[in-house]
C-alpha cells in the first residue's frame, strides 16, 4: 500500500537556521514527489517536485529537496529559516499519470524562534 | 484568475442534517477531488473525478457523495452529517497528465454538532 511518513510532528528552529524536513515513502511503483506548505487557515501551496531526472529539485521561497530512491526518502532543506517560513508542511506521492490521487503524509508544523 | 473556489467557508450542523459543499475550478482543469483534513492525519481523499462524468472513490469515502456537475463543478454531500464529519475540506484540480499539479481550493471548516 501507498504510504507516507513525516517523522517529525513538530519542528522548532531559531530564524537563520537550516531547516530540514524527513519524508518518507512506500510506493510500488516509480514515484511521483511533491512538498506543499500550508499557512494558518489557508489551502496548500506547491513548494516543489520531482517526477524524473536530477534528484536534487529547487522550489520556491529557497525551498529545495532531494529525492534519494535507496532510503525511500524526499527530504526538504532550507539553508536559513526566515519568520514568514512558520507554516504546516506536507509531503506527498502520487502516480504521475492521470488523476493524481496524492497520498499525504501527516504533516510537521515548523515554528521559527526569533 | 480566481482558481479553485469553495463554499461555504465554514458551516455548522447539527447531527443528522445534509449539506453540500461547493466546488468550482476556472483553470480547464479536467480531474477534480475532495479531501479532509484532520489534525495528525494530513489529508485523505474522499471522492474524485478524473474527468467530467466520471467520480471514483478515494481512502474514505463513507458518509460522502459527490457529483461532477460540469466540467468546472464538482460538489460534496452529506446526506446525514455525523460528528465524525467535523473537519476541514479541501477541493483541488489537476490536469490529466504525468506533469500535473494539485491546486487547492482554501477549504471549507465544518462541524457538526
Known amino acids: 500500500a501507498q504510504s507516507v511518513t513525516q517523522p517529525d510532528i513538530h519542528i522548532t528552529v531559531s530564524e537563520g537556521a537550516s531547516l530540514e524536513l524527513r519524508c518518507n515513502y512506500s510506493y510500488g511503483a516509480t514515484p511521483y514527489l511533491f512538498w506543499y506548505v500550508q499557512s494558518p487557515g489557508q489551502g496548500l501551496q506547491l513548494l516543489l517536485k520531482?517526477?524524473?531526472?536530477?534528484?536534487l529539485v529547487q522550489g520556491i521561497k529557497g525551498f529545495e529537496a532531494e529525492f534519494k530512491r535507496s532510503q525511500s526518502s524526499f527530504n526538504l532543506r532550507k539553508p536559513s529559516v526566515h519568520w514568514s517560513d512558520a507554516a504546516e508542511y506536507f509531503c506527498?506521492?502520487?502516480?504521475?499519470?492521470?488523476?493524481?490521487?496524492?497520498?499525504f503524509g501527516q504533516g510537521t508544523r515548523l515554528t521559527i524562534n526569533p | 484568475n480566481a482558481g479553485v473556489t469553495q463554499t461555504p467557508k465554514f458551516q455548522v450542523l447539527k447531527t443528522g442534517q445534509s449539506m453540500t459543499l461547493q466546488c468550482a475550478q476556472d483553470?480547464?482543469?479536467?480531474?477534480m477531488y475532495w479531501y479532509r483534513q484532520d489534525p495528525g492525519m494530513g489529508l485523505r481523499l474522499i471522492y474524485y473525478s478524473a474527468s467530467e462524468g466520471t467520480t471514483d472513490k478515494g481512502e474514505v469515502p463513507n458518509g460522502y457523495n459527490v457529483s461532477r456537475l460540469n466540467k468546472r463543478e464538482f460538489s460534496l454531500r452529506l446526506e446525514s452529517a455525523a460528528p465524525s464529519q467535523t473537519s476541514v475540506y479541501f477541493c483541488a484540480s489537476s490536469r490529466p497528465s504525468g506533469a500535473n499539479v494539485l491546486t487547492f481550493g482554501a477549504g471549507s471548516r465544518l462541524t457538526v454538532l
Open positions: 506527498a506521492v502520487g502516480p504521475g499519470g492521470g488523476a493524481q490521487k496524492l497520498v
Open positions: 520531482y517526477f524524473s531526472g536530477d534528484t
Open positions: 483553470m480547464n482543469h479536467n480531474s
